[in-house]
């Protein structure tokens, strides 16, 4: 009897092929021994491993996994074992993920082979712009403008070549953003130290006694000339103060059955006008001490009075405004009437075009030379409107405040009629006088807190504070150079203050020369 040799097959069972790179990582081997016929089952034995795992398999029809057995040879081949990591078991997978820490890129030749430089171009602006962006490291790693074809070693797996860059670029730089920081010593803004704020004086330098001064909102008892003559109504009587050598003069007395309730110098200060408790309006020489005329046309009380270059304008508690000409005969040239109510604020514009007056209809009306009618009516104001200025910078603009209901100065561009600014004083507001020499305007007060402020103009803030009258401040004028302001209350006393800065006269340029010679002044 022939006897056969049993079939032996071998099986290897390999992982799928990858990708050839240096140095892999190992995979397991699967051998598996099988024995026909045999009753044992098979046991695959992995080369790397004594674990043993029960393996399924895919049999024909009709073979049972009893007649198979897999003997696992581990012995005949451990030289295929030495593939394998002896501190570290890898998972079998169907792809390939590299590992950075694994890998070895810098092995694999790919040198960074430098571009032809452009025209124009320059090595050193490319390795400069290369450290700016990047970091001054970033060129250790074989750049384009320095490397010269050397490859560095690649950096650790924790620090990244592309890595946000907190730190700042190296002073050395020439375009390093330290330079321009506020810490290296360059600003923007200017060294000088800002300019201090001007100190105005808080108490007065003059204090003149003014008995009989009456506490009325409505009248206008206090005008400085141009002449440096200070007139005060004081009951009946009209006196005259002289401001350069203090000098009283009185000028006139209207006698028990009337009263002085408006007073007004013209342009030139040599006459003065004075509005009475019956309505006429008076005008004296105030160098001769001598009435020039008398004119009628209002009912009752002038409080207010304003002139121009010829023009004299009256108004009066008959809600009425008169004209008056003192180059011809009748009393009264034009009549305006517009208010409701009594008129207290009169005020013509440097110009001599336009008249705004103010009335205790809480109305502000503008006037120009070619109509009987207001060519503007402002009602912002919600109480009676007295303090009325004209801006000597700017023209068209007018200032107006309000009474104790309203206590606003309000800004306004005659030319459209456009409310410019307004702002809240807190308390009446009672008179308003814009300064020729600087952009600033004065206002005084009344209710509750009887103060005289000083504002900057356009922005409005606050110059100074001044306080020292015990009642509403109702009268307020200027002196000729523009630095003084006098101010009268019901406390029966007139207190002078400066508060404003003399005028800046321009330093005459000195010209040498040819031409120069025999050069005379146009004035």
């Keep these: 009897m022939t006897v056969r040799p049993k079939p032996l097959f071998f099986l290897l069972l390999t992982p799928h092929s990858k990708p050839q790179t240096p140095n892999p990582p190992p995979s397991p081997i699967w051998v598996f021994f099988v024995h026909l016929n045999s009753p044992d089952p098979p046991k695959p034995t992995k080369m790397d491993s004594p674990q043993t795992r029960k393996t399924v ?21 451990r030289g295929i074992s030495t593939l394998s990591s002896p501190s570290k078991t890898s998972t079998c997978s169907d792809r390939f993920i590299p590992c950075r820490s694994s890998s070895r890129l810098h092995q694999f030749g790919l040198n960074d082979k430098s571009s032809p430089v452009k025209d124009g171009g320059n090595e050193v602006y490319q390795r400069l712009l290369r450290s700016e962006l990047f970091g001054s490291d970033f060129d250790s790693f074989g750049s384009p403008a320095g490397g010269g074809g050397q490859v560095a070693s690649p950096i650790s797996p924790s620090k990244n070549m592309l890595r946000f860059k907190t730190e700042h670029s190296g002073p050395n730089s020439p375009y390093s953003p330290s330079i321009l920081r506020h810490d290296s010593g360059l600003s923007n803004e200017s060294c000088t130290p800002p300019k201090p704020p001007r100190k105005v004086p808080k108490t007065p330098h003059k204090v003149l006694d003014a008995p009989s001064l009456q506490d009325d909102f409505y009248l206008n008892l206090v005008d400085w000339s141009s002449q440096n003559v200070l007139a005060v109504g004081l009951g009946t009587s009209v006196y005259l103060w002289n401001a350069s050598n203090s000098k009283v003069t009185r000028l006139c007395d209207l006698g028990p059955n009337d009263g002085v309730c408006s007073v007004q110098w013209t342009k030139e ?35 207010v009075l304003a002139w121009n270059s010829r023009i004299l304008a009256s108004g009066s508690r008959d809600r009425n405004i008169l004209q008056h000409d003192m180059r011809v005969s009748n009393d009264c040239i034009n009549k305006l009437v517009g208010h409701k109510s009594e008129v207290c604020g009169l005020k013509w514009s440097n110009d001599d075009r336009e008249l705004a007056s103010g009335g205790n209809d809480n109305q502000l009306l503008v006037w120009n030379q070619h109509s009987q009618q207001p060519a503007l009516r402002l009602t912002e104001h919600t109480a009676a409107v007295k303090a009325i200025a004209w801006s000597p910078h700017q023209s068209g603009l007018l200032a107006s405040g309000g009474g104790t209901a309203d206590r606003c100065i309000r800004f306004w561009n005659t030319a459209n009629g456009h409310q410019l600014n307004s702002v809240d004083t807190g308390s009446q507001v009672c008179n308003l006088a814009w300064s020729k020499n600087v952009n600033e305007i004065v206002s005084t007060h009344g209710y509750s807190q009887n103060q005289i402020m000083v504002w ?19 009268y307020l004028a200027m002196s000729p ?16 203050w400066n508060v404003f800065p003399s005028v800046k006269t321009p330093t005459p340029c000195k010209e040498t020369g040819l031409w120069s010679l025999g050069r005379t002044q146009i004035r």
């Design 269 to 303: 200060g040599s006459y003065l006008s004075i509005g009475t408790n019956g309505g006429q309006v008076q005008v004296w020489d105030g160098t001769q001490c001598k009435k020039v005329r008398t004119m009628s046309g209002h009912q009752t009380r002038t409080g």
């Design 456 to 474: 900057k103009y356009p922005s409005m803030s606050k110059v100074a504070t001044l306080t020292g009258h015990s009642m509403r401040v109702l």
């Design 481 to 496: 150079d523009g630095q003084t302001i006098v101010t009268g209350a019901g406390d029966e006393t007139l207190r002078f």
């Design 57 to 77: 398999l895919n049999l024909p029809t009709g073979m049972s996994e009893s007649t198979l057995r897999l003997d696992s040879l581990s012995s005949s081949f």
